[in-house]
């Protein structure tokens, strides 16, 4: 049972370039997430998947895309970087139909993006 | 929407001591969860403790306690026999009590805990 497991943990990118962080839990979570952190501003929500196939925007979603195709994963999409996207991104899924209760939100190890 | 405030950017204790945390919140939601989240220098997101509003007991997890006070919407947490691993930013966070929206939580820009010898 590896949790939630995000992939790279470090990159570097130029301006104008695109890639995708990738987010996956084996957990049966419904609910998916992205955070970015930055100093002196705590965590805030990018997007979040209440399911496959659903998406909502969060607090700061401009600049990014994502995408819901299974319960599984939730990549986040950096479609034209900017060094205003230097930050640590988070993944993090919670609750399960199954679970008699809410549960609380289960974080990846992170992504240390900068932007060049 | 909701805000959660920390107050205390950087806090110090000794070791053994016993030190708190600050937390107060906004919002006009009756039904919610309260989260208290550490983050050591691995930057993995660790729940430390949780509290739902509904309880009027305070939640406690071994050295960790919370002292929820809702009316002054305040959350504060307890750190009892403080230990050199307990050295990291800690995070208060708030989440409504709705369906959809377990994936949504509002952070706080959070306190920097060092121990000390």
């Known amino acids: 049972n590896a949790g939630v497991t995000q992939t790279p943990k470090f990159q570097v990118l130029k301006t104008g370039q695109s890639m995708t962080l990738q987010c996956a839990q084996d957990m049966n979570h419904e609910y998916m997430s992205w955070y970015r952190q930055d100093p002196g501003m705590g965590l805030r929500l990018i997007h979040y998947s209440v399911g496959a196939g659903i998406t909502d925007q969060g607090e700061v979603p401009n600049g990014y895309n994502v995408s819901r195709s299974t319960t599984e994963d939730f990549p986040l999409r950096l479609l034209s970087a900017a060094p205003s996207q230097t930050s640590v991104y988070f993944c993090?899924?919670?609750?399960?139909?199954?679970?008699?209760?809410?549960?609380?939100?289960?974080f990846g190890q992170g992504t240390r993006l900068t932007v060049v | 929407a909701q805000t959660v405030t920390q107050s205390q950017p950087e806090m110090s204790v000794q070791e053994a001591e016993t030190v708190t945390l600050s937390c107060t919140y906004d919002?006009?939601?009756?039904?919610?969860?309260l989260f208290w989240y550490k983050q050591p220098p691995s930057r993995q997101m660790i729940l430390v403790i949780r509290q739902e509003a509904y309880k009027q007991q305070n939640a406690t997890e071994n050295r960790f306690s919370v002292n929820f006070q809702k009316a002054a919407k305040s959350f504060s947490l307890k750190i009892s026999d403080s230990q050199l691993g307990d050295t990291a930013m800690y995070f208060c966070?708030?989440?409504?009590?709705?369906?959809?929206?377990?994936?949504?939580?509002?952070f706080g820009t959070g306190t920097r805990l060092q121990v000390t010898l």
């Open positions: 993090a899924s919670s609750y399960s139909r199954y679970r008699a209760i809410m549960s609380e939100a289960f």
């Open positions: 966070a708030f989440m409504k009590h709705e369906s959809g929206t377990a994936s949504k939580l509002t």
């Open positions: 919002t006009s939601e009756n039904n919610y969860y």
